[in-house]
């Protein structure tokens, strides 16, 4: 089971992402150890790099991010830089390239960033308005009272999103059967012409002995 401090940076990188704020997001992993042993300007150049990857591959919500690919960076990121990380943290990465993989496969359009705007964006406005004060007391409290009220905005978006997906298949499914339907009656039209046309040469031919 994770802390308080071990979700907020977490969730951390993850508003990160959606903001596609590359820095804020290597504020967050160098929080991923209590044992963080870079100096100052070794922690500056692994924050000049994860800015360099959000500029080139994170630009935030709505621009299809792709989470695992951007995740994958990061820990490559990481690992150039040997950045220590907790081991509730590394299974936490694991788990989110595992769930965007699953996701992918499931249905590819679905962005899991995009549907976690509402939880990600509220949770990072907090994070800002209370940087002095990192996971105090009351901006958890108030996460843990507004999460319920965030999830119901996240059900709204996930509800919308599939069910403009199912209007789009229905739409397909009705286009397909009406090209199918007019093939077939184009085959049928085609099918008698060319039954009449044989008929018609048949025809012919056993009249013209008998004249």
Known sequence: QLDDAESYNFIGLMSS???????TAAEA???????????????EAFTKDMIALFR???RGYGTNVDVGE???GVLEKIKIHQVRIGA??????????????LAKRICPSYNILDAAKPLLSSHRSLQLKFSRNRGSKFSTAVMRIATPILYVKKNAFDNAFFKRIHQRRRRAIILE???RIGN?????????????????????AAISPGR
Do not use: H
């Open 88 to 101: 509730n943290y590394a299974t936490l990465v694991i788990n989110a390239l595992c769930m965007e993989s």
């Open 70 to 72: 951007v995740l994958r």
């Open 177 to 179: 059967s009406g090209v």
């Open 29 to 43: 992993v160098l929080r991923f150890s209590d044992e963080c042993v870079l100096t100052e300007e070794e922690k």
């Open 17 to 23: 992402l959606g903001a596609g704020d590359g820095r």
């Open 184 to 204: 077939n009656r184009t085959l049928s039209i085609i099918s008698g012409i060319m039954i009449g046309t044989v008929a018609t040469i048949l025809a012919g």
């Open 56 to 58: 080139q591959k994170c």
